[in-house]
């Protein structure tokens, strides 16, 4: 009876610790740039839910977008993009893009691998998409114009609604990034169509 209740005493004083430890960690807080993903072709996570094994194959994703997005948060969009300096197209790490089969952007042939993107404008009515092969760095601090893969130009579009948080999504034929009043549009398809 006595070493059962040493046991008892035992587990007791390990799950009161267990808690004790628990409860003095701290969390981290939610980022306010929350991480998001877009793939090429649009409905590539989805493929397991698709029963017709031919269209299966074809939800096969070429690419993908992993990117923070950061919130205007009543700040212009020229506080935050500047012409002149190259921006690292999200918020955090910079944005990278997997490419999984080789892949054409505005007609540039990005072959698989992965890859960081920028964005760089001239004036205020252009966008230049940058694909460079720096990987893991944090905004666009380390970024060299020597590691570009390819440079697409593209033209802002100014829009009616503006959108909060910086959202870069795939359609069926185009990629997309929009923020504020403004969306850039760049033709997309896999590289053997």
Do not use: H
């Amino acid at each position: 009876m006595k070493n059962i209740l040493t046991i008892i005493a035992l587990i007791a004083l390990m799950v009161v610790g267990d808690m004790t430890t628990a409860s003095a960690q701290k969390m981290t807080a939610l980022d306010k740039s929350p991480l998001d993903m877009a793939y090429f072709p649009a409905r590539a996570p989805f493929r397991a839910f698709e029963k017709d094994e031919e269209k299966k194959a074809g939800l096969a994703p070429v690419a993908r977008i992993i990117y923070s997005r950061p919130q205007l948060n009543g700040r212009p969009l020229s506080e935050l993009i500047k012409t002149g300096e190259v921006y690292r197209l999200g918020a955090n790490e910079s944005t990278e893009l997997d490419v999984m089969s080789a892949i054409k952007i505005g007609g540039e042939t990005i072959d698989p691998g992965r890859y960081t993107l920028y964005t760089y404008s001239e004036s205020e009515g252009d966008a230049t998409l940058i694909i460079n092969s720096d990987l893991d760095g944090w905004g666009a601090y380390a970024y060299s114009q020597d590691n570009d893969v390819a440079r697409i130009e593209g033209k802002v579009t100014p829009t009616e609604e503006s959108v909060e948080a910086l959202t870069i999504m795939f359609t069926e034929n185009s990629l997309i990034f929009a923020w504020g009043k403004s969306r850039v549009e760049f033709s997309v398809e896999a590289a053997g169509e």
